[in-house]
Nanobody
Framework: VQLQASGGGLVQAGGSLRLSCAAS????????MGWFRQAPGREREFVGA????????NYADSVKGRFTISRVNMKNTVYLQMNSLEPEDTAVYYC??????????????????WGQGTQVTVSS
């Protein structure tokens, strides 16, 4: 499977963005899908993940209540809706696909395929 992330941009604090991750080559329904981010000088960190069927989600504490992950398997697309954005959310955002168990979905090394990343910049 190949992943293509899009939807990043520049937004003011308090604003919203929706990122998309389109899968091609294989059906994304066979994968747990995760979102990660990496700010300059920092390690890649888990943002959230959604189970293969869409029946469960998991979020980092830093985004809980502000970000929502959803997926439309028929479209092979996963979304990250980001509300109430803060300057601390500024990073390159990556989507990733994982064939492993759901209970490891927050671990970057568990993911098999990564998209190219999309820049999100939140101004204060």
């Amino acid at each position: 499977v190949q992943l293509q992330a899009s939807g990043g941009g520049l937004v003011q604090a308090g604003g919203s963005l929706r990122l998309s991750c389109a899968a091609s080559g294989q059906a994304s329904s066979g994968y747990n899908m995760g979102w990660f981010r990496q700010a300059p000088g920092r390690e890649r960190e888990f943002v959230g993940a959604i189970r293969r069927s869409g029946s469960a989600t998991n979020y980092a504490d830093s985004v809980k209540g502000r970000f929502t992950i959803s997926r439309v398997n028929m479209k092979n697309t996963v979304y990250l809706q980001m509300n109430s954005l803060e300057p601390e959310d500024t990073a390159v955002y990556y989507c990733a696909a994982d064939q492993g168990p759901w209970n490891r979905a927050s671990v970057p090394s568990e993911y098999d395929v990564w998209g190219q990343g999309t820049q999100v910049t939140v101004s204060s």
